[in-house]
């Protein structure tokens, strides 16, 4: 009875300028806390930690004067990971919801605003990131038992399926392998750490060579767009904010934890990266994980460095998936045109039909890059200034929500507002005119599908009555 109480309560806060005949009956299936603490903590370690931390290496070493710098702007990523998370933390405890940033989004700005983030996370964000994800998992897969042209879109659709139904078996079993791989994930990366610190490459290198670039700030800013693209997905934590036994007041907690390991694993990473290339090698290298175990343990160490990045894209993409399901959830539960997605499954506590739906796009996209491999990579890159928009007006929603809803209950308030979530918005902002500049026209892919979704919204929205979350 204090549970629901609590609900709807919160309902009532959050929706107080709607009449009854704007409301409809509430299913009796929905999202019940279900996620300890570890378990969260677990879910967002494993969705931000994957192959990027493999790959992104190179190009921060090409942008870094020399290794002080280059070690400065990994720790600068966790910083502002650290106050987006604070921000995120307010949010989640005096809204907490299975819609994550579309519930923020949609109480602050309205319903008209965050069908739009539900319609680009839908169509091209989320499960965009699911098909790269897969790929990338499947190309690793190809490399060490290759089945013929198209074997890498073969094993990417194969994890999505595969990794869809688990989800779909029910949350426990989902977060149950989200741990085994998790554990798998860092065993492996300790065992490259140490490989860097304690084994001796064959052609040895010191941090302390020459410097690879001069100081600029053109260049320190471009490290740090790729240093804070490996550390995304924390926000991801939003969406499962309503679903931990202790209460959404302990997400601060969940966040700040997880970040504080993703930042120390960060840079344990790449001192060992740096101890055996040197920076230089570093930004020579297409690869720094294969470069650096072939230089250590020969090719033995690159069957370990590959089967490692398969294992950190199959994490990051177990909990996308997770995650992403939830998000449009929210919005089934919202449009009567969409209410299939808006079922959960009490038995599974999984919201089923939105995890299907999620996994046929996403299979589809796999398809469509199998035969336009450039065409499909372009276009997650040029969905990018959508991502950072919407991620910058959730930051802005935090201060409407201040001034909109002033006494909501906030079991956590963001330390020094507002300059706190000020800060926030301002790399927000920065990162969407970086991605602006770097994809150029590309970008007007991004405006077109929201222009899709607003007509798509304007045509159906007298036929789609609100429903209560």
């Not at 502002?80 to 819609?99: D, K, N, R, T």
């Not at 993409?317 to 998000?327: E, H, K, V």
Request: aromatic share 12%.
């Amino acid at each position: 009875m204090k549970e629901n109480r609590t609900n709807t309560l919160n309902e009532s806060i959050v929706y107080p300028d709607l009449s009854s005949d704007q409301i409809e009956t509430c299913p009796l299936e929905t999202p019940k806390p279900a996620l300890r603490l570890i378990d969260a903590i677990v879910l967002i370690i494993g969705i931000v930690i994957g192959a990027g931390v493999f790959r992104t290496p190179s190009v921060v070493a090409a942008n870094s004067p020399d290794w002080f710098w280059f070690l400065g702007v990994w720790v600068m990523g966790g910083l502002v990971s650290l106050i987006g998370a604070l921000c995120y933390s307010e949010l989640s405890s005096a809204f907490p919801s299975a819609g994550g940033d579309y519930h923020f989004l949609k109480t602050a700005f309205g319903k008209g605003f965050s069908f739009l983030f539900a319609w680009a996370r839908i169509t091209v964000i989320q499960t965009g990131s699911i098909a790269l994800l897969a790929y990338i998992a499947g190309d690793y897969m190809s490399q060490l038992f290759s089945i013929g042209e198209h074997s890498a879109s073969f094993y990417a659709i194969v994890v999505v399926l595969i990794l869809t139904l688990i989800n779909i078996l029910g949350i426990q079993f989902g977060t149950g392998l989200q741990k085994l791989l998790t554990a798998l994930q860092f065993i492996g990366i300790l065992i490259i750490i140490a490989v860097g610190f304690f084994v001796e490459p064959d052609v040895p290198s010191t941090m302390l060579s020459e410097p690879v670039l001069s100081s600029s700030f053109s260049t320190l800013s471009l490290a740090l767009i790729f240093v804070l693209l490996t550390f995304g997905g924390w926000n991801e934590a939003a969406y499962i904010s309503s679903e931990l036994k202790t209460g959404s007041k302990n997400m601060a907690f969940v966040l700040v934890t997880s970040i504080l390991i993703i930042t120390l694993v960060y840079v344990l990473i790449n001192l060992a990266f740096l101890n055996v290339l040197g920076l230089q090698g570093m930004a020579g290298s297409e690869a720094v994980g294969v470069d650096m175990m072939r230089a250590t343990l020969g090719e033995k160490g690159v069957v370990l460095i590959g089967t490692l990045v398969s294992l950190s894209a199959l994490t990051s993409l177990n909990t996308t998936i997770f995650t992403g399901a939830r998000s449009n959830y929210a919005l089934g539960k919202d449009f009567s045109l969409f209410s299939f997605l808006g079922k959960w499954n009490g038995k599974k506590s999984a919201p089923v039909n939105s995890l299907i739906l999620q996994g046929v796009i996403a299979v589809l996209l796999i398809i469509f890059g199998a035969f336009t491999r450039n065409g499909f990579e372009s276009m997650v890159d040029f969905t990018a200034p959508v991502f950072w928009f919407f991620f910058l007006c959730t930051g802005v929603s935090l201060i409407v929500l201040r001034v909109k809803m002033p006494n909501v209950p906030r079991p956590f308030k963001v330390p020094l507002y507002p300059v706190t979530p000020i800060l926030f918005i301002g790399f927000c902002a920065y990162l969407l005119y970086s991605s602006l500049s770097y994809t150029g026209k590309g970008a007007l892919l991004g405006v077109i599908l929201l222009i899709i979704g607003l007509i798509f919204y304007l045509l159906f929205k007298n036929k789609a009555p609100l429903k209560k979350l």
